[in-house]
């Protein structure tokens, strides 16, 4: 099952043949919604290929409060660990699953091996570090030159994007945890979004207009 799965999500990025491999070398683990994945500290001994759900990346601050980078979906790979792998040291990132999701995790000499004697491997793990260094760009741009409605709004329409719904089911706290805020704060922010048309609130779930 994992080796079908494994070509479905990956069979326009990775040849036949290293997909079969990583079927042979890889580990096939499964998580919860919330489940912690990958620890900062945690020693970095495989990268993670994700074959279902969604996998949001924190980085922690001086606090220990979380601050969301980027997400992860389906046929993807974390660009951060992977460069904690190359330099065999430990993760700088916290990956946690936004919901039930499984992957594939690969051992680290492989992904070395794999990215100097296979053109499909390099290519892949390249244009996933542009798309993931695109995004953290336009997560320091939202940082730096948005106000807190604005980053709100786009974080909400960016979830519609990830979730292929217009309709996102979570609670006030988890979202302020993401965008590094308070509660009180998105709460009142959400009204305001609501009051301007641009979303509909229910219990526990944001419409997004």
């Not at 730096?144 to 609670?171: C, G, P, Q, W």
Request: negative net charge.
């Amino acid at each position: 099952m994992t080796n079908e799965i494994l070509h479905q999500k990956f069979n326009h990025t990775l040849d036949s043949n290293l997909l079969n491999e990583i079927a042979n070398v890889g580990t096939y683990k499964s998580f919860l919604k919330d489940d912690i994945i990958i620890d900062i500290d945690q020693p970095l001994e495989n990268i993670p290929l994700l074959l279902s759900g969604h996998i949001k990346i924190l980085r922690e601050d001086d606090q220990g409060n979380d601050l969301l980078i980027y997400f992860l979906e389906a046929g993807e790979t974390c660009t951060m660990s992977l460069t904690c792998c190359m330099g065999t040291s430990k993760s700088k990132i916290r990956a946690v699953a936004e919901q039930d999701s499984s992957l594939v995790m690969i051992p680290v000499q492989k992904m070395q091996e794999w990215f100097h004697n296979n053109e499909s491997w390099r290519n892949f793990i390249l244009s996933s570090y542009q798309i993931r260094f695109d995004e953290m760009l336009d997560a320091i741009d939202s940082i730096a030159f948005l106000k807190m409605d604005e980053r709100l709004h786009k974080y909400l329409v960016n979830k519609t994007v990830l979730n292929s719904s217009n309709t996102i089911l979570m609670k006030h706290q988890d979202i302020a945890e993401d965008l590094h805020t308070s509660r009180v704060v998105i709460s009142r922010l959400l009204k305001q979004l609501e009051n301007e048309n641009k979303i509909n609130l229910g219990r526990n779930k944001i419409v997004v207009l």
